[in-house]
């Protein structure tokens, strides 16, 4: 994993030096994200060095999920610091995933001796709520929104040379996982979106082909917190 200076970071405000170094001196390199097979508290904040996944919420009997698409330079977590509830915590990743991991525990001590931690833990949470509310908001509309909101979601986060055609590899077993749709239902929209010829679909993998096209068919979605259609 790559050497980390408080230069190469994606600060999601301004805070002084000496915090930096105070946040990279508790960081714990990782990689690949933990999936939990029983209810748990969120355990920190993940800042993503690189890959592309999402972090989902999900029912007992998996009937039901809620994720939120995330790669480099995101801070993920902050929001659960607070609160002790527990969840099934999953995760796909579309791309492999590295991190620095922050405990709750350590951030926690540190805030005690250093109030301008709490404007650290704000930011990072108003960077990611908009995406975390517009989640909720996409789950209200139909599969086909769902489904496209997710395909453009991942698109906006990867990185894309300019001309060059958007690959997502995902398999419909995953995007089923992360829209909470069933299969039958993946491929039925996947099949009418490919007959427009705005994506063309491989075995793992879901090309881009008119991205223009397919962010029109967002203009019925409510995108008040966030559009992954934005640059």
């Known amino acids: ?16 030096n000496d915090l930096k170094h105070q946040l990279l ?13 029983k209810k748990a508290a969120f355990p920190g904040i993940y800042y993503i060095t690189s890959g592309l996944a999402t972090y989902y919420y999900t029912s007992e009997n998996m009937n039901n999920a809620l994720g939120c698409v995330f790669g ?5 977590g902050a929001y659960s610091l607070g ?9 796909v990743e579309f791309e492999p995933v590295e991190y620095l991991f922050f405990s709750k525990q350590k951030i926690a001590q540190l805030a005690e001796s250093n109030p301008e931690v709490f404007k650290f833990l704000y930011y990072c949470i108003i960077k990611m709520q908009p995406r975390l ?19 453009l979601a991942l698109a906006q986060k990867k990185q894309i040379i300019k001309g060059a055609k958007i690959s997502i590899e995902i398999t419909q077993e995953q995007l089923c996982t992360v829209t909470g749709l069933s299969r039958p239902r993946i491929n039925e929209v996947l099949k009418k979106i490919e007959k427009h010829h705005e994506i063309s679909i491989e075995r793992g993998k879901i090309h881009i082909i008119d991205l ?8 019925q979605l409510n995108t008040m917190f ?5 640059k």
């Open 1 to 16: 994993m790559a050497e980390f200076s408080i230069d190469t970071l994606h600060w999601p405000c301004k805070i002084s």
């Open 25 to 37: 001196n508790i960081a714990q390199p990782g990689k690949g994200l933990q999936n939990t097979q």
């Open 72 to 76: 480099a330079h995101d801070w993920i």
């Open 83 to 91: 609160s002790n509830a527990e969840f099934f915590i999953f995760s």
């Open 133 to 151: 509310l517009q989640v909720q908001l996409t789950a209200l509309h139909n599969k086909e929104l769902r489904i496209v909101y997710t395909l």
């Open 212 to 219: 223009k096209a397919l962010g029109d068919r967002l203009n």
């Open 226 to 230: 966030h559009d992954p259609r934005a």
